[in-house]
């Protein structure tokens, strides 16, 4: 997992029935000192995140099928699975 | 999943199954930006997409699979999922 | 497998019942000679480990959902799977 | 997916079953100019494939697992599907 | 998969069952032309290797799981599965 920042939404022409009432959000990942990189994700939300939260993002499809309870199959591998609140280190 | 733009067609002689009846494309993926990089994936369609069309890749077998409705095998990684309409950033 | 360093933690609002109970650690990748690299992963712990702790990271989500006894579905994909006593390289 | 060309074979002590009667090659992954790049795999020919034939290398467990007719297990990662008959791109 | 050569052990605490009686070796990520690259894995033997030997690493953790016999789950991404021979590039 990592953290990332949301920084937009997508609108796409899909028609597969997993993708229906799901927001599709754009992803930036965060390196160590929370600063934005070049890689992103379009992401599944299932944490009601919105443009400028910090979150957390899982990239792996297994997982991510199970956090939106569609096990096992299911076209998703990124999905926002919680906002962070905060990271500490000493 | 990531934006790409497809910017080419693949002829191969393949003898498995799968493959009859669908289409290969070159995909290019964008950047945060939009623009080109170097970085590429041959990809299955299943949104009818055409050269020149800006297209939300699934880079993941297993959703993969499930798109094309052949659960749970097949020989695929890469699957054009949408067209892409919109990609908004404040 | 690869060897990292525990050098935070994370605290983030979810709602899957899987992360109750479980640590979410910010782990740092180390190179071959035991440096920090840009590279880091959210980890979920499995082995009590602590800042500072140098550890052995499994980044594979079928493999770490078993460490934790959550299969075969579960939003993870690193886990932490031991403490590294030594690297020996001659 | 990817483009690769062969660029050798491997011979290799592997007690596996899976692995007797199956030829390794050595693939270098061609950028979109056709170009080779640094970045190798050492797959499992299932194209009758030769040196120098430009390949369609599928990099995906489950799905080349499949075309080697070894389902669902397998040590396998990285498989040649098909030979490159042609690349457009306008 | 790729070829690696064996730089070293790890001792660590782990204390998960599957780990039992399996050495963890450090494996080094070779380029083409056989030199050492930084990339690394920590890789679960099944080949008897020892430190020096270039090695077949095969860097999925499904059929990684199968060499070692424990099916379908278990902590493990990379496994060496043999031991390279020749490399035939012309």
């Known amino acids: 997992m990592y953290i990332g920042q949301v920084s937009g939404t997508v609108v796409a022409t899909?028609?597969?029935r997993m993708f229906e009432g799901h927001k599709l959000l754009l992803v930036e990942r965060l390196d160590l000192d929370g600063a934005?990189?070049?890689?992103?994700?379009?992401?599944?939300d299932a944490a009601q995140a919105g443009v400028g939260d910090r979150v957390l993002v899982l990239d792996e499809g297994t997982g991510a099928r199970q956090v939106l309870n569609v096990e096992p199959w299911g076209p998703v591998r990124a999905v926002i699975v919680g906002i962070i609140d905060e990271v500490n280190t000493d």
């Open 14 to 16: 899909i028609k597969h």
């Open 36 to 44: 934005a990189t070049a890689k992103y994700d379009i992401a599944v």
